[in-house]
């Protein structure tokens, strides 16, 4: 399974972005994520989405960040709002069979695109 993700900027705190990560494989049947690690920094889950539509954010994002996806597209999107400089890093989409919600176990992972806010 190969992720690729897109998406990734500058923006300024208070502004807008939206990831999107296209998999080679189908995501109707797994469970897949955001990740982000900053300078310094250990990776760290910021949301998932199962194939029965279970999600989870973690804590720091919860009320400007939201996960979906279309299996049509095999895509996964994470759309960020209300931006701040701490959500700057290198964000990652992940993928699994399981459940794993913001572990870091998946199986599977992308490259990475960049989130700079300033």
């Known amino acids: 399974v190969q992720l690729v993700e897109s998406g990734g900027g500058s923006v300024q705190a208070g502004g807008d972005l939206k990831l999107s990560c296209t998999t080679s494989?189908?995501?109707?049947?797994?469970?897949m994520a955001w990740f982000r690690q900053a300078p310094g920094k250990e990776r760290e889950g910021v949301a998932a989405?199962?194939?029965?539509?279970?999600?989870d954010y973690a804590d720091s994002v919860k009320g400007r960040f939201t996960i979906s996806k279309d299996d049509a597209k095999n895509t996964l999107y994470l759309q960020m709002n209300s931006l701040r400089p701490e959500d700057t890093a290198m964000y990652y989409c992940?993928?699994?069979?399981?459940?794993?919600?913001?572990?870091?176990?998946?199986?599977?992972w992308g490259q990475g695109t960049q989130v700079t806010v300033s």
């Open positions: 494989g189908a995501t109707w049947d797994r469970s």
């Open positions: 992940a993928a699994d069979k399981l459940w794993l919600g913001l572990s870091r176990n998946y199986a599977y």
């Open positions: 989405i199962d194939s029965d539509g279970r999600i």
